[in-house]
């Protein structure tokens, strides 16, 4: 491929035709790039569910095509027209539409709007930023949601599905640390060792918590991070306990609660929705803060591989087949 030049840059690109959609590495000129205040030499992004789906050509995700996908990014202010930031400055995206709406991480230059943009936390870098990226941001999230709630340690076990995945590897270890008992739900029993060194106490298999059908169930869980929808959900907020909250933020299972208002009325157990993509610029800030206290390079070092762009494609075949374990940073150039 030819090499870009200062006026452009190059990207992942999702086309479609009568052929079908398909990704491919292109060169594009600046222009090509989104509006935006701000123009950034993107470093890294990150390897999510929602980009395995629109790198794979899912329908749902992309709302436009050709598209850059990679709904993250880490790197440098190239220049500012708003003046909020400066030339160098090192700053994490996240959501607002990037790679759905509009072009987003998996390229070496991206524009966003001023707003959108999170200083790196002091003493971190790009790398660590994505290590951590949506799936990490939205398990913190999800914590802090829990213990805006009530959630302390000692107050019970803390549930967390599809423990093996990106967001669940991330719940697990803050979690942890925050001194709760975790138990893990996983489809991969091979993964065991790893959730135990993430501090999980207990495992439990995928098809547990879907065969708990009835409309309340034994109380059992006093907080559930759960990323999974469907049939698991289900089962996990039936056997939530009086006062219990469950933080949901993903689907892989399934979009669909088939459920009864019963653990709402008669347990008061209240079910949190977490939306990593327009999160307020406050609260981004509180849960980046967080994770750099939390989550320090070392931490992730077991859960995290790092790929160059060119092996985005294959990778999102992989993590929608359920192959993909903890964290995959995508080196952007």
Same mark, same amino acid.
């Given at each position: 491929?030819?090499?870009?030049?200062?006026?452009?840059?190059?990207?992942?690109?999702?086309?479609?035709?009568? #052929?079908?959609? !398909?990704?491919?590495?292109?060169?594009?000129?600046?222009?090509?790039?989104?509006?935006?205040?701000?123009?950034?030499?993107?470093?890294?992004?990150?390897?999510?569910?929602?980009?395995?789906?629109?790198?794979?050509?899912?329908?749902?995700?992309?709302?436009?095509?050709?598209?850059?996908?990679?709904?993250?990014?880490?790197?440098?202010?190239?220049?500012?027209?708003?003046?909020?930031?400066?030339?160098?400055?090192?700053?994490?995206?996240?959501?607002?539409?990037?790679?759905?709406? #509009?072009?987003?991480?998996?390229?070496? !230059?991206?524009?966003?709007?001023?707003?959108?943009?999170?200083?790196?936390?002091?003493?971190?870098?790009?790398?660590?930023?994505?290590?951590?990226?949506?799936?990490?941001?939205?398990?913190?999230?999800?914590?802090?949601?829990?213990?805006?709630?009530?959630?302390?340690?000692?107050?019970?076990?803390?549930?967390?599905?599809?423990?093996?995945?990106?967001?669940?590897?991330?719940?697990?270890?803050?979690?942890?640390?925050?001194?709760?008992?975790?138990?893990?739900?996983?489809? !991969?029993?091979?993964?065991?060792?790893?959730?135990?060194?993430?501090?999980?106490?207990?495992?439990?298999?995928?098809?547990?918590?879907?065969?708990?059908?009835?409309?309340?169930?034994?109380?059992?869980?006093?907080?559930?991070?759960?990323?999974?929808?469907?049939?698991?959900?289900?089962?996990?907020?039936?056997?939530?306990?009086?006062?219990?909250?469950?933080?949901?933020?993903?689907?892989?299972?399934?979009?669909?609660?088939?459920?009864?208002?019963?653990?709402?009325?008669?347990?008061?157990?209240?079910?949190?929705?977490i939306d990593s993509v327009t999160c307020p610029?406050?609260?981004?800030?509180?849960?980046?803060?967080?994770?750099?206290?939390?989550?320090?390079?070392? !931490?992730?070092?077991?859960?995290? #591989?790092?790929?160059?762009?060119?092996?985005?494609?294959?990778?999102?075949?992989?993590?929608?087949?359920?192959r993909v374990r903890g964290r995959t940073v995508i080196?952007?150039?």
């Open positions: 491929m030819t090499q870009a030049t200062p006026d452009t840059y190059r990207a992942l690109r999702v086309l479609k035709d009568d #052929q079908g959609s !398909r990704a491919e590495l292109q060169i594009l000129p600046l222009s090509a790039l989104p509006d935006g205040d701000v123009l950034i030499r993107v470093t890294h992004s990150s390897l999510n569910y929602k980009d395995g789906l629109a790198v794979s050509g899912r329908p749902g995700v992309l709302r436009t095509h050709p598209m850059t996908p990679g709904i993250d990014l880490a790197g440098t202010v190239i220049e500012d027209a708003s003046g909020r930031w400066q030339a160098g400055d090192a700053v994490i995206l996240t959501g607002w539409g990037i790679g759905e709406r #509009q072009d987003g991480g998996y390229a070496t !230059r991206a524009r966003a709007r001023a707003e959108w943009l999170v200083a790196q936390p002091a003493g971190t870098d790009a790398h660590w930023a994505m290590s951590v990226g949506t799936a990490g941001f939205t398990a913190m999230l999800a914590v802090m949601a829990l213990e805006d709630h009530g959630l302390t340690p000692g107050s019970g076990e803390v549930l967390v599905t599809g423990a093996a995945g990106g967001v669940g590897s991330t719940a697990v270890a803050l979690l942890a640390r925050a001194g709760h008992t975790v138990v893990t739900s996983t489809g !991969r029993a091979q993964e065991e060792a790893y959730l135990r060194d993430l501090g999980a106490a207990r495992i439990i298999g995928r098809d547990e918590l879907p065969a708990l059908t009835r409309p309340l169930e034994k109380e059992r869980w006093a907080g559930v991070v759960d990323t999974v929808g469907g049939a698991t959900l289900a089962g996990a907020y039936a056997s939530t306990r009086t006062h219990g909250s469950l933080a949901v933020c993903g689907l892989a299972g399934g979009h669909d609660l088939n459920a009864t208002v019963f653990p709402l009325i008669l347990r008061g157990v209240n079910l949190l929705g610029p406050a609260r981004r800030e509180a849960a980046w803060a967080r994770l750099a206290r939390d989550l320090p390079a070392a !931490r992730l070092e077991a859960v995290t #591989q790092t790929r160059p762009l060119s092996d985005v494609p294959a990778l999102a075949a992989q993590i929608l087949a359920g080196e952007i150039g």
